[in-house]
Nanobody, 117 residues
Framework: VQLADSGGGLVQPGGSLRLSCAAS????????MRWVRQAPGQGREWVADISSGSRRRYYADSVKDRFTISRDNVKNTLYLQMNSLKTEDTGVYYC???????????WGQGTQVTVAS
């Protein structure tokens, strides 16, 4: 099972970024997926979940109405569209298998998002 995160970078407050997570080594379309982030000096924080067929999506209150989780089960890729970014969104973003209620089978390596002026 392999997950490869990408798409992070430096962006000004109010800007946007789109993260991607390429999956391989398992049947991507059969698993719920999640995004998690870790701010400097803090523990990991759940950001969003998406069900295997994209019918259900859940978000942390801190990102609701700004972030959108999606997936392409043909391309075996998970996405996180981040809009109206704030400085407090800075951190390393990880994709992982499963919903926030399950132990993940695999984690991506993480991609750094820095929101600063």
């Amino acid at each position: 099972v392999q997950l490869a995160d990408s798409g992070g970078g430096l962006v000004q407050p109010g800007g946007s970024l789109r993260l991607s997570c390429a999956a391989s080594g398992f049947t991507f379309s059969s698993l719920d997926m999640r995004w998690v982030r870790q701010a400097p000096g803090q523990g990991r924080e759940w950001v969003a979940d998406i069900s295997s067929g994209s019918r259900r999506r859940y978000y942390a209150d801190s990102v609701k109405d700004r972030f959108t989780i999606s997936r392409d089960n043909v391309k075996n890729t998970l996405y996180l569209q981040m809009n109206s970014l704030k400085t407090e969104d800075t951190g390393v973003y990880y994709c992982a298998t499963g919903s926030r209620y399950s132990d993940p089978r695999a984690w991506g390596q993480g991609t750094q998002v820095t929101v600063a002026s």
